[in-house]
């Protein structure tokens, strides 16, 4: 429960950020830059991995971020009231870093609170791919209802509220059990985990796979309001584009519930990295919003499938004692790519919204042929 609040406010905040954005009649590359204020933070994933390794009890750490995400996402309104680019952009990239936590902090709990059999693990994984499925969800719909109702301000100053609750709920956590400090491996830092990478063949490809997919994922709600427009609707009705990804984000997370995913890791993320390929390319030739909306929902759908596979490969190829570490690492390339690529399909606007999609296509492929065409597997 407490995932689902937290992320419902992450959920919908880059579609947030664009049409506060677009009332200052701001262009698309200031609202894409805008939007990799609020990701780019999350590069320093490795840092807040060993953070979160060497502390005792992570559920503070955490619960103090999503408390703080409320405070600093309210003072990137207020500045946007008063235009102040430099307190926007200080506040945007603290909010991203508490973000960090709340999305990949939450996940690098599971295995200490599920027990530690593979099925076990996998169903957890995919529960917590249902979290991120309601929060994208909820997420834009609040926004999307709200700014209809009332006004965009008013939208996201109750979507920016949600982390309040969680970091409340979070305390409530079990306690972590503590291993002995006698154990050495404990002291795993970045060279040890850099070399674990650079020694992988299966880690190096889970990062590139989950890089690339994270770029071009990311300019799916930099573009929602730019393609409603496109499509012959209100600005607001692109909120409800991102609203369709969530349900297809939250529809193949039941899925996963039901069937778990049981292949090997690699397998699976060439798999689902082609079934998202698809997808994108659905919603690129949408000819209208209804369209649109359903090439939305089946991106959501498959990124659904590709991320639990992305935490299998996470939690499966992780050194010993460093897991949070690694599951951050590759969280922090995930949404580093992903500012970039939120950043590309604002500049790219210029051009027109097709030309922003279609360079997604080209880099999602691209990646899939590098990861598992170009480079042979190591046994």
């Known amino acids: 429960m407490s995932a689902i609040i937290a992320r419902t406010a992450t959920g919908g905040a880059i579609v947030a950020i664009v049409l506060l954005a677009r009332n200052l009649e701001l262009d698309g590359k200031a609202a894409g830059i805008l939007a990799a204020c609020l990701t780019l933070p999350h590069l320093l994933g490795p840092v807040y991995g060993r953070w979160l390794d060497g502390v005792s009890q992570p559920k503070y750490l955490i619960s103090a971020a999503a408390l703080s995400y409320t405070g600093f996402f309210l003072l990137a309104i207020f500045s946007f009231e008063k235009h102040l680019a430099w307190l926007l952009a200080f506040s945007l990239l603290l909010s991203g870093v508490c973000s960090s936590f709340i999305m990949g902090g939450l996940g690098t709990q599971l295995p200490s609170l599920v027990s530690a059999s593979n099925t076990s693990l996998r169903k957890a994984q995919s529960w917590d791919t249902i979290t ?4 994208h969800t909820l997420g834009p719909f609040i926004i999307a209802s709200l700014s209809a109702l009332f006004s965009t301000k008013v939208a996201v100053s109750v979507l920016v509220l949600t982390p309040m609750l969680a970091g409340m709920l979070i305390l409530t956590f079990p306690k972590k059990h503590v291993l002995p400090k006698s154990d050495a491996s404990l002291d795993i830092g970045f060279k040890s985990v850099f070399y674990a990478f650079k020694d992988s063949s299966a880690l190096v490809r889970t990062l590139v796979m989950t890089s690339g997919a994270a770029f ?47 292949k090997e890791p690699l397998t699976l993320l060439k798999r689902s990295g082609s079934f998202l390929l698809v997808a994108l390319l659905v919603t690129t030739l949408s000819p209208s919003f209804v369209l649109g909306a359903a090439g939305y929902w089946l991106c959501g759908v498959a990124n659904a499938i590709f991320f639990t596979s992305s935490l299998a490969a996470r939690t499966e190829f992780a050194p010993a004692h460093s897991a949070a570490q690694t599951y951050m690492w590759v969280a922090a390339a995930k949404v580093g790519a992903g500012a970039i690529g939120a950043l590309v399909a604002g500049t790219l606007l210029i051009q027109g919204v097709t030309v922003s999609l279609v360079t997604s296509c080209i880099t999602l492929a691209l990646i899939l042929i590098v990861c598992f065409a170009v480079f042979k597997v190591q046994k």
């Open 132 to 135: 991120y499925g309601v929060g």
């Open 216 to 262: 071009s994922i990311a300019a799916l709600p930099v573009l929602a309001v730019y393609l409603s427009e496109h499509w012959q609707h209100a600005e607001h009705h692109g909120a409800y584009l991102v609203t369709a990804y969530g349900v297809g984000n939250l529809s193949g997370a039941l899925f996963l519930i039901f069937r778990p995913l049981s």
